[in-house]
């Protein structure tokens, strides 16, 4: 089965900064997705970023960007010029090629002002 | 990306009792998924449902404690029977786009007293 490892419960990072969320994922499978999902507090969760593990070019969404590393099973997200409203919980979730969702247990993120 | 509406979005139940939540998808879906969430934790997935068939549950979940019903592509509802204090979580609903990304209901806090 696979699994998805967020090692940090908690980050910070100052209002403008750059912060980079890490996740790792256990499989033997080839073709899979991976994802980051943001949940604000007390608000509804929603996909910040997907690659697909066949794309060797990292994915990028406006601030938020990825750095997958597939043989290392490494897929960190990186939020540059951080605002205030990229406080949130985020999860990073592996899709195998059958269907099923894997989730990490999730980072909390804090930004300063 | 599909826009779901999720009820009811919070409950304070008695023990004992039964609460049924309802999600409807603004477009048809082959299939729904319904996840569990303490706060601040993971999502733990209770269930896939398919339209017309019966829902597939996750080990550690079974249909008398949690029935499905997923009448029509764009409609189910999950219940929580018998509810004792341990099923007080969030229950969320879920659909997977053309992207394989997932869209989130908004969630319903359950609080069993």
């Not at chain 2, 786009?97 to 989130?104: A, E, V």
Request: with cysteine.
């Amino acid at each position: 089965a696979q699994t998805v490892t967020q090692s940090q419960p908690e980050m910070s990072v100052q209002e403008a900064e750059t912060v980079t969320l890490s996740c790792t994922y256990d499989t033997s499978e080839s073709d899979y997705y991976l994802f980051w999902y943001k949940q604000p507090p007390s608000r509804q969760m929603i996909l910040v970023i997907r690659q697909e593990a066949y794309k060797q070019q990292n994915a990028t969404e406006n601030r938020f960007s990825v750095n997958f590393q597939k043989a290392a099973k490494s897929f960190s997200l990186k939020i540059s010029d951080s605002q205030l409203g990229d406080a949130a919980m985020y999860f990073c979730a592996y899709r195998s090629r059958a269907g099923k969702s894997t989730f990490g247990d999730g980072t909390t993120l804090t930004v300063k002002p | 990306s599909a826009v779901i509406s999720q009820k009811p979005s919070r409950d304070i139940c008695q023990r004992g009792t039964s609460l049924t939540i309802q999600c409807q998808v603004d477009s048809q879906v082959t299939m729904m998924f319904w996840y569990r969430q303490q706060p601040g934790q993971s999502l733990t997935l209770i269930a896939t449902a398919n339209q017309g068939s019966e829902a597939t549950y996750e080990s550690g979940f079974v249909i008398d404690k949690f029935p499905i019903s997923r009448p029509n592509l764009t409609f189910s509802t999950l219940t929580v029977s018998n509810m004792s204090p341990e099923d007080s979580s969030i229950y969320l609903c879920s659909v997977e786009g053309r992207n394989y990304g997932y869209t989130f209901g908004s969630g319903t806090r359950l609080t069993v007293v």
